[in-house]
């Protein structure tokens, strides 16, 4: 049996830039499976924007919120996600506005 929103996986290392994305909520959330001891996922960057501040999620998520993530300066644009992958997998991308 699939766990909630694990149907399809972008998995390994490396980084993966979503599609363009209209935000139309402020808070990111995503669904991560670390693959083996010492994995993460970590949001690199918003339209080429540096997110340094955010930390690597290294536990398997589900609906994981980014609590020092405001993309309040966002809204109505259309945006690109870049996030780095270490021994991971990515399942989903959504915005959210219910904490």
Known sequence: ????????????????????????????KITVDILSTGGYVKL?????NDTDD???????????????LDLSPYLKQNVSFIFELHNAALYTISLDDNH
């Open 54 to 68: 955010i930390d690597p999620i290294k536990t398997n998520a589900t609906d994981h919120a980014f609590p020092n």
């Open 44 to 48: 690199l960057s918003i339209n080429a």
């Open 1 to 28: 049996m699939l766990g909630k929103d694990r149907f399809a996986a972008i998995a390994g290392s490396g980084t993966y830039e979503s599609t363009d994305i209209e935000v139309v909520a402020t808070t990111l």
